[in-house]
């Protein structure tokens, strides 16, 4: 679960919005966390961004990266890229529009 800014929104609509989100991951065979702690469930999470390396041109096999600010990371390896993103709750007005910078 994590709050996510609701881009879409202001493409058609110009208005700056946030809403829960949950993130769902299938065929997970391992994950390691940087710089989150699950010893504080109140956390709030702000995703900047989603990548998917693969093992290689034929394998569906290999690592998914979510980036938040902060600079925690979690690193998934997967059998296979599989995952559900949806929204549970309704939206409330941003204080700003995000301008995270990353570093790569």
Do not use: Q, Y
Request: net charge negative; charged share 25%.
């Amino acid at each position: 679960m994590f709050n996510r800014f609701k881009w879409e929104s202001t493409e058609s609509k110009g208005a700056a919005l946030r809403v829960r989100t949950g993130l769902c991951f299938e065929n997970v065979l391992s994950a390691k966390s940087h710089n989150i702690r699950p010893d504080n469930p109140e956390a709030v999470l702000s995703l900047l961004a989603v990548t998917f390396e693969s093992n290689g041109p034929e394998d569906p096999a290999g690592t998914v990266e979510l980036v938040f600010s902060g600079g925690g990371t979690l690193r998934l390896n997967v059998e296979c890229l599989e995952c559900t993103l949806s929204d549970v709750s309704a939206d409330w007005a941003a204080r700003h529009r995000p301008n995270h910078p990353l570093e790569r």
